[in-house]
């Protein structure tokens, strides 16, 4: 399973961007997604995971409640994350994973990763 991330770019604090994880083939609908993002000299953090076509259950992690929204396409399964009100802090080179476990933010729990996307937020 190969997985293309999209979607990052430079912006202002404040404005919004929407990231892509897509894949060929419909295979993604049958596996819990997350987002993840690696800042600078930090480690990888859990930002947000979407749960199989199945019953669509999401998490996040607190910084980003009530900002990010995460989706999926229903029919081929492509997972979005529509960041809103971003923040200097949220600049990081964002990964999306797949993962037939549990759909959690436990990086170990992930079989797959993409390539990754930068997102920079500066005035």
């Known amino acids: 399973l190969q997985l293309v991330e999209s979607g990052g770019g430079l912006v202002q604090p404040g404005e919004s961007l929407r990231l892509s994880c897509t894949t060929e083939g419909i295979f993604l609908r049958y596996y819990n997604v997350a987002w993840f993002r690696q800042a600078p000299g930090k480690g990888r953090e859990g930002v947000s995971s979407?749960?199989?076509?199945?019953?669509?259950?999401?998490e996040y992690t607190d910084s980003v409640k009530g900002r990010f929204t995460i989706s999926r396409d229903s029919a081929n399964g492509w997972v979005y994350l529509q960041m809103n009100d971003l923040k200097p802090e949220d600049t990081a080179v964002y990964y999306c994973?797949?993962?037939?476990?549990?759909?959690?933010?436990?990086?170990?729990?992930?079989?797959?990763w993409g390539q990754g996307t930068q997102v920079t937020v500066s005035s």
């Open positions: 994973a797949a993962s037939a476990q549990e759909p959690d933010l436990n990086e170990e729990d992930y079989e797959f």
């Open positions: 979407i749960s199989s076509i199945a019953d669509f259950y999401t």
